[in-house]
């Protein structure tokens, strides 16, 4: 069938909408038509070529209807809400003791452009095959996807808001719930406070964690649950943090993937301490005594915040419903033709959470 998707050409270049072909589902795959779609940063990374071969069909944060499911399929159903999550293999030893988010086929099957069958769903007019991202590529009006990356979601609920919860909200939040699993009396430390950071920060209030510190400049922070707030560019954030908590945070979590903060964030630990790295970044060094063996901290870098999604995203939709994941206070809304105008808006900092309407009305 013919789609509208924006296409990444050239690296670093604007997307361009297109009329692409996309295949029909197999046994084991599902047909949504897409309401909206969230822009996540790793959507930046893949546009420049340095993730997944071009050309490439972005975005991983999809939200839409069901409108055909394969053969073997019996989760959901035509017309079920669906959000798309990342893709997983579903027979590794993590996914089969409910870790997919650290599926050890991971990056081949969300990265190296092919569907989980090791095939192309997306074509161009000439048959050029076109990488999926994430085994969903939901910047488009359908997608085809494996019943890997399908979680279905409450109909009660605005599916246009739903889409972030795939990858972004996942990642922050499952890994304050999922993976670190605090205790009350832990301290938290989240350095960067976009969507990512900020929903950590929901999460660890859900958990009760009594210090619950901000890293960065963003008022929403303490709105949503930070019991204080540091502005790194005013103050040295070490310090700061241990003024607040003199033995130093349990627990760090770094979104920016910069050097120099991570560093500061090992550097806020207590002893025994964790830093959790969620943020796309590059080398850094340490000094193996001084920073992580002489007080016995922890490094981890955690993906998807180690999520089953079929499980989690019901969850946080829960928690939405409660009014204890106000998501909504994150995002701003634009319209399909605004593809390149997204990109710039988030790379600046004019915005948290974009969500990118598509079939706006598919969700009534």
């Not at 103050?235 to 903060?261: H, L, Q, S, W």
């Not at 943020?279 to 998807?304: A, C, F, Q």
Request: proline content about 4%.
């Amino acid at each position: 069938m013919q789609i509208k998707a924006a296409v990444a050409i050239k690296p670093n270049t604007d997307l361009e909408i297109q009329t692409l072909e996309l295949d029909e589902p197999n046994a084991n795959e599902v047909l949504v038509k897409i309401a909206s779609t969230g822009f996540c940063h790793t959507d930046i990374v893949g546009r420049s070529g340095a993730t997944t071969p071009l050309p490439v069909v972005l975005r991983h944060e999809g939200a839409g209807v069901v409108q055909k499911v394969g053969a073997n399929v019996t989760d959901v159903k035509v017309g079920d809400h669906v959000v798309l999550s990342f893709s997983y293999c579903g027979h590794c030893y993590n996914c089969t003791h409910n870790h997919q988010g650290l599926c050890e086929n991971f990056n081949q099957l969300n990265f190296e452009g092919k569907t989980y069958d090791d095939t192309h769903r997306l074509h161009l007019d000439d048959g050029t095959p076109v990488s999926v991202f994430f085994g969903q590529s939901s910047f488009s009006t359908y997608v085809t996807a494996n019943v890997h990356n399908i979680v279905k979601v409450d109909q009660d609920v605005d599916l246009n808001l739903l889409g972030p919860l795939g990858c972004g909200m996942q990642t922050g939040a499952g890994t304050v719930l999922n993976y670190i699993k605090p205790a009350p009396e832990d301290a938290i430390a989240v350095f960067g406070v976009g969507a990512v950071g900020l929903a950590a920060i929901m999460a660890a209030k859900i958990a009760g964690i009594k210090h619950i510190i901000a890293i960065n400049r963003n008022d929403l922070a303490k709105e949503l649950g930070a019991t204080e707030t540091i502005n790194n560019t005013a103050k040295d954030p070490v310090k700061a943090i241990k003024e607040i908590v003199p033995r130093g945070v349990t627990y760090a979590i770094d979104t920016t993937g910069n050097t120099g903060v991570i560093k500061s964030a090992i550097d806020s630990l207590a002893t025994a301490g964790e830093c959790v790295l969620l943020g796309v970044g590059g080398d850094i060094t340490l000094n193996l005594m001084d920073d992580i063996l002489s007080e016995s901290k922890k490094i981890s870098g955690v993906v998807e915040g180690d999520s089953n999604p079929q499980e989690f995203i019901p969850q946080l939709v829960k928690y939405y419903k409660q009014g204890k994941f106000p998501l909504d206070k994150l995002v701003k809304y634009y319209d399909f033709a605004d593809i390149n105008q997204i990109i710039a808006d988030s790379t600046n900092g004019k915005v948290i959470k974009p969500i990118i309407k598509i079939d706006p009305e598919l969700a009534k």
